[in-house]
């Protein structure tokens, strides 16, 4: 898995794409209206086995170290898709811009579905 | 990703052709079913082919999983309503809005049954409504306050401006009669249990 990396004058610092995916999931579910973190295949079979997986979040990082995040959504019924979209954009971009000083370029939305809260 | 489809279908066809192939040599009678019998046992009895069927078998089932996730998965995203914000791209699964709209079910209490199917085209959203009502229910009346809920609440969670066409269709009218012969169905299917009172308090 490609990981995020950056020098200090005592040695390197690499972040994994699942602590990226971890800050991502928790910034996500802060927001009021968020029911929870969707589901892909491979996150829903590792689920159907017992074990936890954060593999829905998809990270992607290119050649110019831009983090590209895609999120899949649940969303609480009632509430606004649009709003609760950008408020989920703009708490995860904060958070790892504070947590890990990288540089986000597009943090994708998709929402899956709309449950009753 | 485009490589990978072409490869997978590719590899599906040789499997099929293959298959195929094997009926019909076994049809025309081209193999002896000495050598077939012959090719079965060594399979059964030598160890080494047992394991490299074993495995052929657990890398097809493999296959064929990432295939099929491939392939819904495309079909999945194509169902999306997509608009882009200053962060991103927001895609809103037509699923989710089929979800939405069933819930509104629950605000008229003359339908008893709402199944949604949403098309999202170039003109704009297209929601199929399937409904099912209650005998007591002014159908004019009904049908014209489900379209205006239904696209009221549409651009409330999704806040768009497209055009929304609504088309309902009215599948069944149950009727309180039916309802009630159904539940008199029911307790007569459930066999009575004799004395099945005696000893309650």
Redesign the interface.
Known sequence: MHNEESRTDLGRIRIHKNVIASISSIASCEIDGVKRIGR???SGLLELAGKKSLSAIKITIDKNEDV??EIPLV?K???????I??RV??NV?SALEKMTNLS?K???????????G | MRTFTVLGILFYTVVLVLIGLTLIIFSLNILPSQDINNLLLYMEYSPHSRIIIGLSGLLLILIT?SFA?LI??KFQRER?IA?T?S???????L??VE??IR?LAGIIPEIKELRPDVIASKKGIIVDLRVVLKADANIPELTSRLQEITRAKIQ????IEEQIMIKIHVAKIISLEEKERKRRELEKEQPTIPFGGYGRV
Do not use: M
């Open positions: 892909d295949f491979k590209k995040i969303i019924y009632g509430f606004n898709i649009p709003d979209a950008n954009q703009e971009r986000i597009d943090i994708n939305i998709n929402v899956q579905s709309i449950e009753r | 999983f996730q819904l998965g999306t608009f914000t962060s991103g791209q927001v895609t809103i699964a699923s989710a979800d939405l819930r409330e969670v999704l806040g």
